[in-house]
T-cell receptor, first 112, second 110 residues
């Protein structure tokens, strides 16, 4: 039983449409993160949250927004999907800075 | 921006061989972690090292943190096909910043 789940696992969407990815945790961890993973770029931080309604930008935040209205849920929204946002998206949680991340199983997003 | 360079990028070996993966940076980290990722899944934490010179062992895996806390290595003894996967290192600073390396893809052939 995973403490963190992502939905959907796979999605194909058209350019210009909005897309929302969901991350749900049952660990009551304060910190939640959205990363994207692309060949040759490793894991890059999109946005993170350090509490309810407390979020901040990562290194590749352009074109993305996030919301955290409850401790357990962290949503990532692509306002208007572009082909460059085709990627595998991972949500992660951790109990504190310097602690290990627990990652979800990922969402494979294809923008056509 | 801290950079973490992993080498080699790809490694293909026979079962029973030994191997070492490296993670290097010019930055000092307060801690460093190693993860293993299998296809279609998220990375899974293997170990955290926090003290310069620290060595940790996890069965056939040996992790070392450099004395200056700028680099780390992962050594696998007698590799098995089950060790196949993407190995990622991640460095963390006292300011709360984390940086991931691009990973080493390991294939162990039976």
């Amino acid at each position: 039983d995973a403490g963190i789940t992502q939905s959907p696992r796979h999605k194909v969407t058209e350019t210009g449409t909005p897309v929302t990815l969901r991350c749900h945790q049952t660990e009551n961890h304060r910190y939640m993160y959205w990363y994207r993973q692309d060949p040759g770029h490793g894991l890059r931080l999109i946005h993170y949250s350090y509490g309810v309604k407390d979020t901040d930008k990562g290194e590749v935040s352009d074109g993305y927004s996030v919301s955290r209205s409850k401790t357990e849920d962290f949503l990532l929204t692509l306002e208007s999907a572009t082909s460059s946002q085709t990627s595998v998206y991972f949500c992660a949680i951790r109990s504190g800075q310097g602690k290990g991340y627990t990652f979800g199983s990922g969402t494979r997003l294809t923008v056509v | 921006t801290q950079l973490l360079e992993q080498s080699p990028q790809f490694l293909s070996i026979q079962e029973g061989e030994n191997l070492t993966v490296y993670c290097n940076s010019s930055s000092v980290f307060s801690s460093l972690q190693w993860y293993r990722q299998e296809p279609g899944e998220g990375p899974v934490l293997l170990v955290t090292v926090v003290t310069g010179g620290e060595v940790k062992k996890l069965k056939r895996l040996t992790f070392q943190f450099g004395d200056a806390r700028k680099d780390s290595s992962l050594h696998i003894t007698a590799a098995q096909p089950g060790d196949t996967g993407l190995y990622l290192c991640a460095g963390h600073t006292n300011a709360g910043k984390s940086t991931f390396g691009d990973g080493t893809t390991l294939t162990v052939k039976p």
